[in-house]
């Protein structure tokens, strides 16, 4: 029975990819049915790729930071999904679209045939899940700037602010339908709204947290605090590459024929970051840094989010290579500042976002129907109309999260929450905050043979 059940559905899978309409039409199928359920379909596997992008920052923070910190890099990542997805479903999804919100939705706490469709064709259960994993996005990008000497329970309630509040009021003022919506402002996948949010928190976390310690010298010239694992880093790298492919195309919120322009832009502009980032730190170091080109690519693809619609292939290529020039400048312009960013989220997400945000205002070509009455940027007969509610629209939104982030991370200073001491420190987190050893107890006397804090680095 069961061999017969599978038999027939191969075969009416088989009739279905050789003609499609007549199988549609056989079962008396509205099209339109049909493409709702395949825009959902394809937005959930998008979700699923943005959400395994967790994967990829725990992999990235945990391998350009010390050894002895690795649990606990694993626990923020983890956290940060856990506790904003919980936070975003019961307050931040609300406030980032107040006319959608889920609090009072049936379907939220089982009802799930009752949950209406979106404006554009996907049903709640759907956009939630893409959306929330937007928001762990964006709380993540925090914990590998202030890798190795921050307490726990003061990232908890970083975590908890950043997805119930912060990052939500961001989201409302654009794709919320808000203010720098009506303004003009453009940002098709989150550049700015993701990125740079999760960027500039994660400076005002740096800055007020203070370096490790060790990275800058008497003469406050910075030190080399090298990450313990490159191969795990760069592991990372490519499953936050892979999750690109979830984060841009699935903005598009449908399964239509721009979604692989959408994927190839995306290609593009990552292969041009990290060749961009490689070439600069040869330059620069008189040898291609790993670490950098890793950078680099993820810089690509962050000044590709915001304009991934909007820009042609060699535009996109473009604004990739100049992103990984960009991001490899930024890294080292944060460290001759003394402000200690171990993974260069700043440089990645912040700068790179704000870069990516402003290239559409720059080489947006005008065949992106979103844009409106089909406006260029600057390069393509546009003028400077865009450019400009593009920069306003990055102003508005580091201003925003360097107040409300700042004010959280000197807060939770003032609490006695922020910064773990100098002997829990040196000690390594996973011990001190955690009670492990991220390799296991046969890692400790190697690490105690190599030299103490210098072994552990």
């Not at 119930?164 to 919320?176: K, R, T």
């Not at 880093?233 to 690109?244: D, E, H």
Request: hydrophobic content about 55%; charged content about 10%; glycine content about 14%.
């Amino acid at each position: 029975m069961k061999k017969a059940i599978i038999a027939g559905s191969i075969g009416a899978l088989g009739v279905t990819l050789l003609n499609p309409s007549a199988a549609f039409a056989a079962d008396d199928i509205p099209l339109d049915d049909v493409q709702m359920i395949l825009d959902n379909t394809f937005i959930f596997f998008a979700a699923v790729l943005v959400l395994f992008m967790q994967a990829g920052f725990a992999l990235l923070a945990a391998g350009l930071t010390a050894a002895k910190n690795v649990g606990n890099m694993m626990m923020k990542n983890m956290m940060d999904m856990s506790i904003g997805v919980l936070l975003f479903a019961i307050v931040g999804y609300h406030i980032a679209y107040s006319g959608s919100s889920i609090i009072g939705f049936s379907w939220l706490w089982g009802g799930y045939s009752d949950a209406p469709t979106t404006d554009y064709s996907l049903m709640l259960p759907v956009d939630f899940l893409f959306q929330a994993a937007f928001a762990a996005a964006a709380a993540t990008i925090v914990a590998g700037a202030v890798a190795g000497r921050t307490q726990f329970k003061g990232y908890i309630i970083y975590t908890a602010a950043i997805t119930a509040f912060i990052y939500p009021v961001v989201v409302n003022w654009q794709w919320g339908g808000g203010w720098l919506s009506e303004l003009g402002f453009q940002d098709f996948a989150g550049s700015t709204l993701v990125h740079s949010v999760g960027g500039w928190a994660a400076l005002m976390g740096a800055i007020i947290v203070g370096p490790r310690i060790g990275k800058f010298g008497p003469d406050g010239k910075a030190r080399a605090i090298p990450g313990h694992n490159i191969a795990i880093a760069m592991l990372g790298v490519f499953i936050l590459f892979v999750g690109w492919f979830g984060f841009n195309p699935g903005s598009q919120l449908a399964a239509d024929v721009e979604v692989p322009r959408i994927a190839v832009n995306t290609l593009l502009a990552a292969a041009g970051g990290g060749v961009a980032a490689m070439i600069t730190s040869w330059i620069k170091f008189k040898k291609p840094d790993v670490s950098f080109a890793g950078n680099g690519i993820l810089g690509g693809l962050v000044s590709i989010t915001a304009g991934a619609y909007a820009l042609d292939g060699y535009m996109s290529a473009v604004a990739g290579i100049l992103g990984g020039v960009i991001v490899t400048f930024a890294v080292l312009f944060f460290e001759k500042i003394r402000i200690d960013d171990p993974v260069g989220a700043i440089s990645v997400h912040g700068v790179c976002g704000a870069w990516g945000t402003i290239a559409v205002g720059l080489f947006a070509n005008g065949n992106a129907p979103f844009l409106d009455e089909g406006s260029s940027g600057l390069f393509f007969g546009g003028g400077a109309e865009l450019l400009i509610n593009q920069l306003i629209g990055v102003v508005a939104v580091f201003v925003f999260v360097v107040i409300t982030a700042g004010a959280l991370f000197y807060g939770i200073k003032k609490l006695g929450l922020l910064r773990v001491s100098p002997e829990d420190e040196l000690a390594g987190l996973d011990v001190a905050e955690h009670g492990v050893v991220g390799y296991g107890p046969d890692f400790i006397p190697s690490m105690v043979a190599a030299g103490g804090q210098k072994g552990a680095e």
